[in-house]
């Protein structure tokens, strides 16, 4: 029993429940669930890094993904080629307008920054929708019916469920493996003061830069997971602002800046989106997000740590040990 | 002559963003606080108008302060519930409450009002004047003038008397405006309730022209953003020039280069600004 508790224990066991999760609940609804539990848990995972280890905010995180979700397609489009053709130049693409945003923004205090990703997030909304070669207003369409594996367009859920599991494995390893280095120092330092930071050596500027381009990447391959399982994107599913505020929600939720954090958080929220949307019927998306807002506020106000910290706090050392997530 | 009108009216709605965003430039000055829901505030002051109209009746300065007195409760209150809370957390917990707080307003918007756009009735302030051959809608007019006369008299307020002294004395150095005996809790909730008050006005001044619905928000929330970055952050002044700036770029890249494209010439223009000069016209680096 000690050795399945222990943090490597747990792990394990964590893997084995995502990877028997879909078997066990095999109907097509459960596994849709788990599909999408898996792309937000990507997604918040990858702003994690900017957002919640380096203390970054991005409320416009969309702009990578959509960036992510739109390469694909185009290339399906224009030239018919295989959607994962489009995902270097999604991440290339995606890395270059994030040493755009972080050049001058990092140089300044953090409200700058999280100003201008909302602002160029919905900049490249506005343009994306009046932009004809990418579809305008109407979107792109990916392949119809699959010509092959490549083409990444299946019929059940299964093969997307275990490809999206294996991008979050990737994700969370690499998340894991800057925690440890000295990287990952620099960013909690950069996040608890800049200043003290800086004058201790940390190359500050360069840290967030290298944070938010790898974090950019990642939330790039979410956005090509994701137009790849549906087939379609139009500008509000890519860029609008609902995509930022779901990866911010579900990182905070469960604990920006530790490495679980936004799969308790994707955890808790996609279940709770589920179970509003039945309940409020299709017109509940906008409680949704009045729900949604709430939440953001209520995680401001009173545990900015998330769920994982009101755990630590509220929950007794000794019952921790047994229980622990 | 059509360029002259074009130019004028968008001077005049320049008049009305400037009202607001020296809300949020003010708000940014005193507590290096952004507010996301700024944009919000606005959106509700339309509404609060409309509401006012239907409910009470009366003319534009009735729904006008109605706006402003609702909106700067509204601003009291939401600093002291929420704000004053998260102004010593972490960055996260700062970014996080405004913005959740903007989805919070928008989406309450969106289900008690619903996505419709509306209007508010014809009013005293309906009808043309014609001076010297350009055609002004009379509420734009009274509208741009209200909201200049009010932003200067925002800046008056803080340069030119007692409470705005202390004011700045509380942005200068909380602990210091303390031991002066100037409350610094007052003084932010103050500030707060001016910043609302001014968005609630503007928007009650907007409404009198142009119909909206709940989304109007979001834009204003940028458009203010992108004010203040012109206009300096903390500077009333910088944004009414600034204001006045954006309202004329809008409305000419409108006029020339098509009503789509008048929001991403606005937009572009802020990621220059970051670029080249991230502290404004008359901002302090």
């Known amino acids: 029993m000690k050795n399945i508790l222990s943090p490597r224990g747990r792990v394990v066991l964590l893997g084995a429940a995502l990877l028997l999760f879909p078997i066990v609940f095999s109907s097509a609804f459960y596994r849709d669930i788990g599909v999408a539990f898996l792309l937000a848990a990507i997604s918040a995972s990858a702003w994690n890094i900017v957002g919640g280890y380096a203390g970054q905010v991005s409320v416009g995180h969309s702009m990578f993904f959509g960036l992510g979700a739109y390469m694909p397609l185009l290339f399906y489009t224009l030239f018919g080629w295989s959607p994962i053709a489009g995902i270097p130049a999604g991440i290339v693409l995606s890395i270059a307008l994030a040493v755009l945003i972080g050049l001058p923004t990092f140089r300044l205090s953090g409200h700058y920054f999280s100003m201008a990703t909302i602002a160029v997030a919905e900049l490249i909304r506005i343009f994306v929708g009046t932009w004809d070669f990418v579809g305008a207003a109407v979107g792109l369409q990916g392949p119809a019916t699959a010509r092959g594996w490549w083409d990444l367009t299946f019929r059940g859920e299964l093969p997307y469920y275990y490809i999206f599991l294996a991008v979050l494995g990737i994700v969370l390893a690499t998340t894991a493996f800057i925690e440890r280095r000295r990287f990952g120092f620099y960013l909690r330092a950069i996040k608890s003061s800049e200043r003290a930071a800086r004058s201790l050596g940390v190359p500050v500027r360069r840290t967030k830069m290298q944070a938010l381009a790898l ?17 379609f994107i139009d500008p509000d599913s890519g860029f609008g602002i609902l995509v930022s505020v779901q990866m911010v929600i579900v990182a905070a939720l469960g604990g920006a800046g530790v490495l679980f954090g936004p799969l308790l958080g994707a955890l808790i929220l996609i279940p709770l989106q589920i179970a509003t949307n039945t309940w409020f019927g299709g017109g509940g998306s906008g409680l ?11 995680i401001a106000r ?24 | 002559m059509v360029a002259v009108q074009v130019i004028v009216g968008g001077l005049l709605l320049g008049a009305i963003y400037a009202l607001f965003s020296s809300g949020l430039t003010l708000i940014w000055g005193m507590m290096n606080f952004i507010n996301f829901a700024h944009g919000e505030f606005v959106m509700l002051g339309m509404y609060v108008a409309l509401m006012a109209v239907v409910w009470i009746g009366g003319g534009p300065a009735i729904f006008g302060i109605a706006a402003a007195v609702a909106l700067a409760a509204l601003g009291v209150v939401i600093y002291f519930s929420l704000i004053r809370h998260v102004t010593r957390g972490p960055m996260l917990a700062q970014i996080l409450s405004t913005f959740g707080l903007a989805l919070l307003l928008r989406y309450t918007a969106f289900w008690i009002f619903s996505a419709n756009f509306v209007s508010l009735p014809t009013n005293a302030l309906s009808g043309t004047v014609n001076l010297a051959g350009i055609y002004l809608p009379i509420g734009q007019l009274v509208a741009g003038l209200v909201a200049i006369t009010l932003t200067i008299a925002l800046h008056l307020l803080l340069t030119r008397t007692t409470v705005g002294s202390k004011l700045l004395a509380v942005a200068e150095d909380r602990t210091a ?10 003084m932010q909730a103050l500030a707060w309730g001016l910043s609302a008050g001014a968005a609630g006005i503007a928007g009650a001044l907007m409404a009198t022209s142009y119909p909206w619905s709940p989304s109007v928000g979001e834009t204003f929330g940028l458009i ?5 970055a012109l206009g300096g952050f903390g500077s009333v002044l910088g944004s009414l020039y600034a204001g006045l700036i954006i309202g004329l770029i809008q409305a000419a890249s409108a006029f020339w280069l098509g009503a789509i494209y008048k929001d991403i010439v606005v937009y572009g223009l802020f990621v220059a600004l970051l670029w080249l000069r991230p502290q404004g016209l008359m901002g302090k680096a």
């Open chain 1, 215 to 231: 974090s950019a990447a990642f939330t790039s391959v979410a956005g090509s997971l994701y137009a790849a399982k549906t087939g």
């Open chain 1, 288 to 298: 949704t997000y009045i729900l949604y807002g709430g939440i953001i506020v209520l």
């Open chain 2, 177 to 186: 405006a303390m031991l002066m005996g100037i409350r610094p809790d007052r």
């Open chain 1, 302 to 325: 009173f545990e900015p740590g998330g769920v994982f910290e009101l755990w630590y706090r509220v929950v007794p050392e000794r019952w921790r040990r047994a229980y622990a997530p």
């Open chain 2, 224 to 228: 203010a953003f992108v004010v203040v």
